[in-house]
């Protein structure tokens, strides 16, 4: 039973840098989700796709984010000219529409970026 | 908007002893709550939701939370606390049960001391 895959999990670059990560969900999960986490806090909605589709934005997501789901699978996230406010830990978690667990997130463990 | 709060950043337990994770949240609408747990290098897990139906909802590990809506609260409880629950908890809140945007609080890190 393979979970939901991030890469990389840990990310070190400098400012002004892009940086993409990829999340794989789990194979029969149709939403898909990012969020973000500084330390100290919770995770904090930044978009959702549901198959290819992105349902939702939230204001967090500036115009030097970009997130894909091109084929309703795997999802990217790109964060363009990096600042150190960008420094957290960005999550992917997927769930059903329907069925027994729906609305359950699954999360992956992560990625961490580091901007210097 | 909606909203959580979650009382004390970090709660100490003796082994054996009651854990009480507390958790009040804002709506504007009937929410969706959840806890969920996350244990250092993994991802988040969940451990109970509650919906609709029974305000009692019991989760995994034995983990129960009580929905009050006159007290808008949606406690995380266990009996007896043992060494593996040792782990952050975060409550987190929803417009529906499908959980399309959930809004985290600021998560309660759990000790469990012998």
């Known amino acids: 039973d393979t979970g939901v895959s991030q890469d990389p999990r840990h990310k070190i670059t400098k400012r002004g840098q892009n940086v993409t990560f990829r999340c794989d969900p789990i194979?029969?999960?149709?939403?898909l989700y990012w969020y973000r986490q500084t330390l100290g806090q919770g995770p904090e909605f930044l978009t959702y796709?549901?198959?290819?589709?992105?349902?939702?934005k939230s204001r967090l997501l500036s115009d030097r984010f970009s997130a894909e789901r091109p084929k309703g699978s795997f999802s990217t996230l790109e964060i363009q000219r990096t600042e150190q406010g960008d420094s957290a830990m960005y999550l992917c978690?997927?769930?059903?529409?329907?069925?027994?667990?729906?609305?359950?997130?699954?999360f992956g463990e992560g990625s961490r970026l580091t901007v210097l | 908007a909606q909203s959580v709060t979650q009382l004390g950043s970090h709660v100490s337990v003796s082994e054996g002893a009651l854990v009480l994770l507390r958790c009040n949240y804002s709506?504007?609408?009937?929410?969706?709550l959840f806890w969920y747990v996350q244990y250092p290098n993994q991802g988040l897990q969940l451990l109970l939701k509650?919906?609709?139906?029974?305000?009692l909802v019991k989760g995994i590990n034995g983990f129960e939370a009580e929905f009050k809506k006159s007290e808008t609260s949606f406690h995380l409880t266990k009996p007896s606390a043992h060494m593996s629950d040792a782990a952050e908890y975060f409550c987190?809140?929803?417009?529906?049960?499908?959980?399309?945007?959930?809004?985290f609080g600021t998560g309660t890190r759990l000790q469990v001391t012998l």
């Open positions: 709506s504007s609408v009937p929410p969706y």
């Open positions: 987190a809140v929803s417009r529906t049960g499908t959980a399309s945007k959930l809004t």
């Open positions: 978690a997927s769930s059903l529409t329907s069925g027994g667990r729906t609305g359950e997130l699954f």
């Open positions: 194979s029969e999960h149709n939403r």
């Open positions: 796709f549901q198959n290819e589709a992105q349902l939702e």
């Open positions: 509650y919906t609709t139906g029974a305000t």
